[in-house]
């Protein structure tokens, strides 16, 4: 949480966390940046049960940043809910499409909307985006947040080329330990780093594999393309469902997409 901290005051302003928007259950991750980030510089936390309901909150006019995910966001932007105050909207937990990033610009008051990446077992964000108006792709994850390291490797643990699809590993200062009384589960997804600096302040260092298909951008930042898991076999090649969502999701007028392979 400290690293998380850290970052987020080193990147969003005190007038950006002025006023930070709460809607997240304090069971999920998210809560951690709504809570304590705001609070660390000075800033004010709005509670609110329900983002949906933001609109008819007494205090949304001093709300100025909202960090949730893209679904929530959508239909705030479709019920038109987003308070004039907000200037930067943070965006996690599920895949975002440039779709969503274009309808909330279209509310000409927000200034920076930002893609955000990180599983619980990495203290909430590993990589953070700023997503720019008219992208003609789907935004990317972004690079590693402050004090952490990234990497992307094949089923060899070897990293692999900018444009080839692997599994992203997340070591540094955000990681977790491991999972409680499952020593079997932490052993098989936090592996020692290979790469890890000899003199590292971090002992016995460890990467987490995250379970995530990126690839490198010619740009230096990462691509979410999907989970490994969901990597299917059509006759004898190997499919990345992810990326045909993808590109299917280029589509002005596709709104969400899912696929899968079907026996028929």
Do not use: M
């Not at 705030?76 to 809910?81: T, Y």
Request: proline share 7%.
């Amino acid at each position: 949480s400290v690293a998380l901290v850290a970052w987020a005051t080193g990147v969003f302003t005190r007038e950006q966390l002025a006023g930070v928007l709460a809607s997240t259950s304090f069971c999920f991750d998210i809560s951690i940046f709504e809570l304590f980030v705001p609070l660390s510089c000075g800033g004010k936390v709005i509670l609110v049960e329900n983002a949906l309901h933001l609109a008819s909150l007494p205090a949304a006019r001093e709300v100025t940043l909202i960090n949730t995910v893209p679904s929530a966001i959508s239909e705030l932007v479709r019920a038109k809910g987003i308070p004039d105050g907000v200037r930067t909207v943070n965006l996690a937990g599920e895949a975002l499409s440039q779709l969503v990033v274009e309808l909330i610009y279209q509310q000409e008051t927000i200034q920076e909307v930002f893609n955000l990446y990180g599983p619980s077992e990495d203290t909430v964000y590993s990589t953070y985006a700023l997503v720019k108006r008219d992208g003609q792709k789907a935004p990317p994850i972004g690079r590693p947040i402050a004090n952490t390291q990234v990497y992307i490797l094949d089923a060899y643990q070897q990293p692999i080329p900018i444009g080839v699809a692997g599994e992203l590993h997340l070591g540094g200062a955000g990681l977790a330990r491991g999972y409680l009384n499952r020593p079997e589960l932490t052993e098989e997804r936090f592996i020692p780093n290979p790469f890890d600096n000899p003199i590292s302040e971090i002992p016995n260092p460890k990467l987490y594999k995250t379970g995530d298909l990126v690839r490198y951008l010619p740009d230096g930042n990462i691509e979410f393309l999907g989970r490994i898991d969901h990597q299917v076999k059509v006759r004898g090649n190997r499919i990345e469902l992810g990326e045909i969502e993808s590109v299917l999701g280029q589509c002005p007028n596709v709104r969400e997409v899912v696929v899968v392979a079907r026996e028929d």
